[in-house]
């Protein structure tokens, strides 16, 4: 019998967890319009919309995964659009605002009956050579379950795993520190996410990707 983690009939679909993030881009730049919609553009044209749903209002764009892999969908087509825009603005600094949700129960389309969270495979991300640094909580949004309720338990494993993957940089005030390529550490967050998820259903993380920081250029 395979000891794999893959999605089975008895594991609950992408969908009828409401899996999905919700993220806004920031280029700063004076034709930062061109920027997010040439970034936008790239990402669909490549694919990396396919097994999505895209909503934009005047705040941020929601993505939905409908199907599995959803995190692995999800990664690439973040790290995708936060490449992209850099690229088109020239390397200059873009900002990124993720929200990952799984699980929760406003979501319109979460199903709360639903048995069998899925544990999936860890993403697997194709460099896009762009650096970055981020600001990265997680929230297990705990009900009881099997550590007793205590939020921190999760947490802290998430953030020991990061620091082996070698991407943690330290602490910051609310937040982690993540630092490396782009994918990498939108990996990392999603593969945490995701792993708090096979045991405790309703889990949101947040990040606040960086690239191109004059801050960082300054630094060195």
């Known amino acids: 019998m395979s000891t794999t983690h893959h999605q089975t009939a008895t594991t609950a679909a992408p969908a009828q967890l409401g899996i999905g993030a919700r993220f806004s881009l920031h280029p700063h730049c004076d034709d930062f319009v061109r920027v997010i919609l040439d970034a936008l553009e790239e990402a669909a044209a490549g694919g990396r919309t396919d097994g999505l749903v895209l909503q934009t209002d005047e705040v941020s764009t929601y993505v939905g995964a409908l199907e599995a892999p959803a995190e692995q969908r ?8 936060v490449a992209a825009a850099s690229r088109h603005s020239g390397g200059g600094h873009v900002v990124a605002h993720v929200l990952l949700s799984r699980g929760c129960p406003g979501e319109r389309t979460c199903d709360l009956t639903v048995t069998g969270l899925p544990s ?12 970055a640094v981020a600001q990265w909580s997680l929230y297990p949004l705990l009900d ?10 999760p947490i802290e494993a998430a ?24 994918a990498e550490v939108l990996a990392t967050a ?3 996410w995701a792993a708090v998820g096979a ?3 309703h889990v ?3 990040l606040t990707v960086s690239v191109g920081s004059p801050s960082l250029r300054a630094d060195r």
């Open 120 to 131: 999936p495979e860890p993403v697997v991300v194709e460099p896009t050579g762009v650096p």
């Open 144 to 153: 009881g379950g099997p550590d007793g309720g205590d939020h921190m338990v």
């Open 190 to 192: 999603v593969d945490a």
């Open 74 to 81: 999800l990664t690439d087509y973040l790290a995708g659009v």
């Open 159 to 182: 953030i020991a795993a990061a620091q082996k993957r070698g991407t943690a940089d330290g602490a910051a005030h609310y937040a982690t520190r993540l630092t490396g390529e782009v």
């Open 199 to 201: 045991h405790v259903p």
């Open 204 to 206: 949101v993380s947040h």
